[in-house]
């Protein structure tokens, strides 16, 4: 469109574009019939596409919503254009899902492997920064799941698809504290409602990993180098 053909009153522009308003009525009938195509092109999918996506089932609905978008606004672009498009989707999504499942090499590739976040009640900071994940993330997870030290996890996985598997220890014991530190309401709460032995309050927990320590060592966290302690709670 030109500079000169811009007016401001030209409502009829602005509402319905430069399609006659008859137009509306094929939009509507376009929607209607890419929609259903399109819900049993995510069927085909399977039952992954209406969970928690990989990244290649992320791409797929991306590369879906990209082509539906044509063919239901465009009025010199017919529908028979964008469902060859979305079936072709659906072929390339079957044959990359079937050369993972036949080559574990290529599944890693594809979808993405799972992370060690946590291990025996200490965080991986160096796998943490790898996959991106800040402590506020991780502590905000465990929250949720009512687990308010480190010490009860034994492992929290970050999952291909972005979830986290977490596996509580048998044995809990004392660890960071992963509440917000500016409730010490809350904090004062959850020790005062557990038991603990001598030798546990005694001992200190790193603020960077979570590592724990005996409170009369001078030392700096044998895990990741840091200095900076808090009381170990259970």
Same mark, same amino acid.
């Given at each position: 469109m030109k500079k000169e053909e811009i007016h401001l009153a030209d409502i009829q522009r602005i509402l319905f574009g430069q399609a006659p308003p008859e137009f509306l009525l094929e939009v509507f009938i376009r929607t209607?019939?890419?929609?259903?195509?399109?819900?049993?092109?995510?069927?085909?999918?399977?039952?992954?596409?209406? !969970?928690?996506?990989?990244?290649?089932e992320m791409s797929v609905m991306l590369t879906l919503g990209a082509i539906v978008s044509v063919p239901m606004q465009m009025p010199d672009r017919g529908i028979i254009q964008g469902v060859v498009l979305l079936l072709c989707a659906v072929g390339f999504q079957r044959g990359i899902s079937l050369l993972g499942f036949r080559s574990g090499r290529i599944e890693d590739i594809l979808q993405g492997k799972s992370s060690l976040l946590v291990k025996d009640g200490v965080m991986q900071i160096d796998q943490m920064a790898k996959d991106r994940v800040s402590k506020q993330q991780l502590f905000s997870?465990?929250?949720?799941q009512k687990i308010f030290n480190l010490g009860i996890v034994d492992r929290i996985y970050l999952e291909a698809? !972005?979830?986290?598997?977490?596996? /509580?220890?048998d044995e809990p014991r004392p660890g960071l504290p992963v509440l917000p530190p500016d409730d010490?309401?809350?904090?004062?709460?959850?020790?005062?409602?557990?038991?603990?032995?001598?030798?546990?309050?005694?001992?200190?927990? +790193?603020?960077? +990993?979570?590592?724990? /320590?005996?409170?009369?060592?001078?030392?700096? +966290?044998?895990? +990741? !180098?840091?200095?900076e302690w808090v009381n170990a709670v259970n």
């Amino acid at each position: 469109m030109k500079k000169e053909e811009i007016h401001l009153a030209d409502i009829q522009r602005i509402l319905f574009g430069q399609a006659p308003p008859e137009f509306l009525l094929e939009v509507f009938i376009r929607t209607l019939v890419i929609y259903i195509v399109l819900l049993f092109i995510v069927r085909w999918l399977g039952k992954r596409m209406s !969970g928690q996506l990989t990244i290649m089932e992320m791409s797929v609905m991306l590369t879906l919503g990209a082509i539906v978008s044509v063919p239901m606004q465009m009025p010199d672009r017919g529908i028979i254009q964008g469902v060859v498009l979305l079936l072709c989707a659906v072929g390339f999504q079957r044959g990359i899902s079937l050369l993972g499942f036949r080559s574990g090499r290529i599944e890693d590739i594809l979808q993405g492997k799972s992370s060690l976040l946590v291990k025996d009640g200490v965080m991986q900071i160096d796998q943490m920064a790898k996959d991106r994940v800040s402590k506020q993330q991780l502590f905000s997870e465990l929250r949720q799941q009512k687990i308010f030290n480190l010490g009860i996890v034994d492992r929290i996985y970050l999952e291909a698809c !972005g979830l986290f598997s977490i596996i /509580k220890s048998d044995e809990p014991r004392p660890g960071l504290p992963v509440l917000p530190p500016d409730d010490q309401d809350i904090l004062k709460s959850t020790n005062q409602a557990t038991t603990a032995t001598p030798q546990q309050v005694m001992l200190l927990a +790193c603020v960077n +990993c979570g590592y724990v /320590k005996p409170k009369d060592s001078a030392a700096p +966290c044998e895990d +990741c !180098g840091h200095d900076e302690w808090v009381n170990a709670v259970n």
